[in-house]
Every structure is written in structure tokens, then in C-alpha cells.
T-cell receptor, first 111, second 112 residues
């Protein structure tokens, strides 16, 4: 079955710097890769996703890149702000069903 | 939030007792999922449903059962709760043909 590894487990950045979180997946059949943000005590919320027919996707300060050959994908947050502090999860699946999640990255943005 | 509610939101129970968690959605989504969230493990799939009375096991299904008798409700039952089932449980749904999964607010379960 699918296995998703996520790094780093914690990441501290200065406000205004960029943050990068990386994930690798094992199943080459996976074609859908969402990223979720979870604030303390809250539910995970989708922030961006990418499908295997696309190499990069951007939404304002957030971007995701996908390298199908290497089976890895990354989340890039530019101009980080204190409200970006949260736990971020990557996931992989075929067709959006049965998501397999990474272990999560705690992002701290220091002001 | 895709109209997903979970009940109860918090529960404390004793080892060996049965526990049922409820997920209710108002979006008429076909697919529903139960995940558990534990530190260092992210979210792990317990069971999922692809329609009324159609369910299947996920990655960590041992000790759990589910039922879906109506589109809007997906029940997760711990037949005999153990301390290892102390966790936060999230329900999620998505519409047929769209991949985005929406999560409920979660249920925090403590098994003593």
C-alpha cells in the first residue's frame, strides 16, 4: 500500500522568510496530493492540492510542486506570517479516496 | 466546513466499555471516512464508506466497526474500548467525482 514520509517534523522560520515542507510517496499509481493545515484544537483544512498531470500550482503565498519521477512533492510558503504557524500534513491517494497522510510538520513563524 | 458534525465532541470512558461515535453530514456526499489522529502518526484511516451499507476497512481497522444505514450518518463503534484507542477521531466526506475531503470538528476520546 501507499506510504508517505514527511520532513521536517518541526520547522522554525522568521516572519517574512520562506518555508518548505517535503513529502515522498511510494505508490506510483497515486495521482492526487493535497496539503492540509491544522491549527491547535481545530480540524484539518485543505490549503492546496495538486494532481499528477500538473507539475506546479500556486495560490497567493502558497505553492506546491510535484516530481512524479522521484515521487516527491513539496509545499512552499513565501513571506511567512505568524498566522501561518500550524501543523501541516501532506497526503497522497488515487482519485481522492483513502488518503494516506504524512506524520505532519509543526511550523512556527517567529515574529 | 461542508456541514459535517461529530458527536460527542469529548468522551471519557473506561476500558472494556462499548463506545459509538457519530458523524453527520448535510451535503449528501457519497464517501465518508473515519480517521484517528495520534502524535507522530498524522491521520490514519480506520474505515470508510462509499455508499449506504457499503463499507470497507482502512489501515488501522482492528477493534473498530462501522455502519452506514443512511447517506448522512456514519457510525464508528469501539466494541470494547482499550487505552490504545485513546485518540482524536475525525470524520471526513467527499463528493463523488471530486477529490477534496472535508473534515468534521473531531471527537476527543479518552479511555481510562
Amino acid at each position: 500500500g501507499e506510504n508517505v514520509e514527511q520532513h521536517p517534523s518541526t520547522l522554525s522560520v522568521q516572519e517574512g522568510d520562506s518555508a518548505v515542507i517535503k513529502c515522498t510517496y511510494s505508490d506510483s499509481a497515486s495521482n492526487y496530493f493535497p496539503w492540509y493545515k491544522q491549527e491547535l484544537g481545530k480540524r484539518p483544512q485543505l490549503i492546496i492540492d495538486i494532481r499528477s498531470n500538473v507539475g506546479e500550482k500556486k495560490d497567493q503565498r502558497i505553492a506546491v510542486t510535484l516530481n512524479k519521477t522521484a515521487k516527491h512533492f513539496s509545499l512552499h510558503i513565501t513571506e511567512t506570517q505568524p498566522e501561518d504557524s500550524a501543523v501541516y500534513f501532506c497526503a497522497a491517494s488515487w482519485g481522492g479516496n483513502k488518503l494516506v497522510f504524512g506524520a505532519g510538520t509543526i511550523l512556527r513563524v517567529k515574529s | 466546513d461542508a456541514g459535517i458534525t461529530q458527536s460527542p465532541r469529548h468522551k471519557v470512558t473506561e476500558t472494556g466499555t462499548p463506545v459509538t461515535l457519530r458523524c453527520h453530514q448535510t451535503e449528501n456526499h457519497r464517501y465518508m471516512y473515519w480517521y484517528r489522529q495520534d502524535p507522530g502518526h498524522g491521520l490514519r484511516l480506520i474505515h470508510y464508506s462509499y455508499g449506504v451499507k457499503d463499507t470497507d476497512k482502512g489501515e488501522v481497522s482492528d477493534g473498530y466497526s462501522v455502519s452506514r444505514s443512511k447517506t448522512e450518518d456514519f457510525l464508528l463503534t469501539l466494541e470494547s474500548a482499550t487505552s490504545s484507542q485513546t485518540s482524536v477521531y475525525f470524520c471526513a466526506t467527499h463528493r463523488d467525482g471530486l477529490e477534496t475531503q472535508y473534515f468534521g470538528p473531531g471527537t476527543r476520546l479518552l479511555v481510562l
